[in-house]
């Protein structure tokens, strides 16, 4: 299972460089997105991300259920390139879900992941480079998440940290 692990903070350039590595592929690709539009700035950036896409990708907005998503994915012909943006969102979803929930999902994802047949590109942000959070759910985010990437770190063939733009390889070539 070929799979790219993309990480940076806010505004690092980790989508538009996720963007361009599934373009490269030549493969079709489906684009995976974990953001709800839950106020107009967000709203905006959704918007700003679906101009920047090729009009012949695949869309998918999945906010929770990624695992069962893959699964779907990996029975379609041709097999698609999946580019799932981002973890941080996706993370976020799962903690106002509920504790059953974000363990299940979790859980799913990762399983799916690993027996996933085609190329998977993940953007996620990476939050332990950053403060403390003050409140104890801005703690559990952060925990959750770096733990997240530290098991997609694990699974993926390449992680890649991008910072200002510019692309260290942490993994692979």
Known sequence: MPCSLILGGIRSGK??????????????VVYVATATA?????????????LRRPAGWGLVEEPLHLGALLNRQARLSPLPCVLIDCMSLWVSNLLHAGEATFVRERDSFLAALGQYPGNVVVVSNEVG??????D??????????????????????????????????????
């Open 38 to 50: 839950g106020d107009g700035e967000m709203s905006d950036r959704i918007r700003r991300h679906r």
């Open 136 to 173: 104890p759910l801005t703690r559990r985010f952060a925990d959750e998440l770096g733990w997240l990437n530290q098991s997609l770190a694990e699974k993926c063939d390449t992680v890649l940290l991008s910072v200002a733009g510019l692309t260290q390889t942490l993994k692979g070539a």
């Open 129 to 134: 480079l950053g403060i403390i959070g003050m």
């Open 15 to 28: 989508s538009a460089l996720a963007e361009k590595r599934v373009t490269e592929s030549g493969e079709p």
